[in-house]
Nanobody, 116 residues
């Protein structure tokens, strides 16, 4: 199996910033042509936040456009999500995903809480 390690979650005030990272081993990272971040808030459906597809086409949820930036660092074997101008509605558990064809792997999830 592929093991993903997420980091960077925490508590931040509205208007603040946070950077999430998702790391795996160098032996498998380059295999995945689609990488992304999902989130799930209490009482809400899991939703796509952002992804990178084959290999440089990006997609963002309308709610985060202009505020979040997704990137992949092939040297560090990480998928990152820079989150700026955070709002209380961004509060959720965030999950990274790496995929290629029928293969897809998920991180353990990291809590992001935006509150004053």
């Amino acid at each position: 199996q592929v093991h993903l390690v997420e980091s960077g979650g925490g508590l931040v005030q509205p208007g603040g910033s946070l950077r999430l990272s998702c790391a795996t081993s160098e032996s498998v990272f380059s295999f995945f042509n689609v990488v992304g971040w999902y989130r799930q808030a209490p009482g809400k459906e899991r939703e796509l936040v952002a992804n990178i597809d084959n290999p440089d086409s990006t997609n963002y949820a309308d709610s985060v456009k202009g505020r979040f930036t997704i990137s992949r660092d092939n040297a560090k074997n990480t998928v990152d999500l820079q989150m700026n101008s955070l709002k209380p509605d961004d509060t959720a558990v965030y999950y990274c995903v790496l995929a290629r064809g029928v293969y897809n792997y998920w991180g353990q999830g990291t809590q992001v809480t935006v509150s004053s």
